[in-house]
């Protein structure tokens, strides 16, 4: 979303603040079936929730949408003070709203204060992944602690940020059963959880942004002031599946896979699908020898796929051979006829060094492009990639995309490599679908036979 000449805070433990406009006075809709986040195959999609319906025209017309990118450098330090709470037991009801799941608070025990206005605590929800990005990264999930005040309705939200980790969160554990209870229910869908306290939600109220923006959901209504934490918490992914099977929102998304497409039902079925967790615990050191690369140049094309950009090679020129099979990067690393797959994975992470591998302008000319779009690189030779051939993992999977084939011949490598933010911000913003990012979850090992190179470790 826009930021426009909004002002956003990062705010510590001291005064007073003047909020910047006056407050919303408007609800988010109860029934979400009218709209979704689909943009690519949908006219009910966020580019379009302005058109629906006239009283949401805010969405396509508004100067001051949320969520937005909480970048560092476009934040002014403030002396707000810590928010002021007071939380307390009430009876609740948890939501299945079509898009996420609401807990709503029945009774009007808890209230936030800001300015001298007192704000009820009226209900919480979470998105799956985040909708604000902390400096262009977004996390795997947030929670709004919706709070509007008893007369005028004006409307503040908290915003919790959560990336996986080993920690389970507190509140998501309390509700596990009832997401259970809740999982496979139509839109509308309730279940009574007796008594809830909010308190169980556990924020730090010294240190966070501040902000005025809108409601994320149709009808998009403006003035609503928002505060988000600094501080990120852990969840687990167990925790995030839990949530996302109770709700019938992500129909495309990757636990679905299987049942889209009969040819696809080994996305669902197969015992030895990828990605894995490269986990430690479960090598087994194997003398793999070094990897056998025969890489020269090609003419080569880059793609815009939906959810990721490929690099096509166009001339059978390079090739890596394993147990005497030479397999081909062109068409898809399958060999001419065994049809066999095999995938080198690299791992990268944000540092300062340029990653030489991603073609800049190339995707800079690409970005804003349709999918199918492609570009001719010309002559590409894919060893600038220099690819350590002795410490890597090797293990059998699948394609991580549909049909999720099995029998792929995984190498992964052990060094992690360095790119720059900037050059993945690039690669994001050419790709259509970047919103949710392009990797599918951690499927199970099955016992499978993971292997690191023995010589070199």
């Known amino acids: 979303m826009y ?37 690519e195959d949908s006219d009910r999609g966020p580019s379009h929730w302005g058109d629906i319906k006239a009283e949401w025209r805010m969405c396509k017309t508004g100067r ?24 307390y037991s009430s009876n609740a009801i948890l939501k299945n709203r079509g898009h996420d799941i609401e807990l709503e608070i029945l009774d009007p025990t808890s209230s936030l204060q800001i300015n001298g206005s007192r704000y009820i605590l009226k209900q919480l929800h979470w998105h799956s992944p985040s909708e604000h990005i902390i400096d262009g990264r977004r996390l795997d999930l947030e929670v709004h602690l919706v709070h509007q005040t008893p007369t005028t309705n004006q ?13 389970s969160d507190p509140l998501l554990s309390l509700l596990e059963g009832d997401l259970k209870a809740l999982s496979g229910s139509s839109v509308g869908a309730n279940r009574s959880v007796s008594v809830f306290d909010p308190r169980e939600v556990d924020m730090d109220s010294n240190l966070y942004y501040r902000y005025m923006g809108s409601l994320t959901t149709p009808p998009c209504t403006e003035n609503v002031t928002w505060t988000v934490l600094t501080r990120i918490k852990s969840v687990r ?21 299987g049942n889209i497409k009969p040819e696809w039902r080994t996305c669902k079925t197969g015992r030895m699908q990828s990605p894995i967790d490269l986990n430690k615990k479960r090598l087994q050191l194997a003398k793999l020898g070094p990897l056998n690369l025969n890489y020269n140049p090609s003419n080569a094309t880059l793609k815009k796929n939906i959810y990721e950009i490929e690099l096509l090679f166009l001339d059978p020129t390079s090739s890596l051979t394993i147990n005497g099979t030479q397999v081909h990067l062109v068409h898809v690393n399958q060999t001419p006829t065994a049809n066999l797959t095999a995938v080198i994975g690299i791992l990268f992470k944000i540092g300062s060094r340029t990653d ?60 992690v490599r360095i790119v720059r933010e900037d050059q993945i911000k690039l690669l994001r ?7 949710d990012g392009n990797a599918r979850p951690i499927q199970p090992t099955n016992n499978r036979k993971v292997q690191l190179n023995k010589e070199y470790n």
Request: include cysteine; glycine fraction near 4%; hydrophobic fraction near 40%.
């Open 429 to 435: 913003k050419a790709v259509a679908d970047a919103s």
């Open 356 to 415: 030489p591998l991603l073609l800049e302008e190339d995707l800079k000319a690409l970005s804003g492009l349709s999918v199918g779009a492609n570009r001719s690189v010309g002559v590409f030779d894919p060893s600038v990639i220099n690819i350590e051939r002795d410490l890597y993992y090797r293990y059998m999977g699948s394609l991580t995309t549909p049909p999720c084939t099995e029998n792929v011949t995984w190498t992964v490598l052990k060094r």
């Open 155 to 167: 409307i503040a939200v908290i915003g919790i940020l959560y990336r996986i980790g080993l920690r």
């Open 237 to 257: 992914r167990e925790q995030i599946n839990l949530f996302r099977d109770a709700v019938h929102d992500d129909i495309k998304g990757p636990s679905h896979w």
């Open 3 to 39: 930021t426009f000449s909004a002002k956003v805070f990062i705010c510590s433990l001291f005064a007073a603040f003047v909020l910047l406009s006056s407050p919303a006075r408007s609800q988010e809709v109860e029934d979400e079936s009218e709209f979704n986040y689909d943009d």
């Open 64 to 87: 001051m949408q949320s969520p937005i990118d909480l970048n560092y450098r476009s934040l002014q330090l403030a002396r707000i003070g810590p928010f002021n709470l007071n939380y």
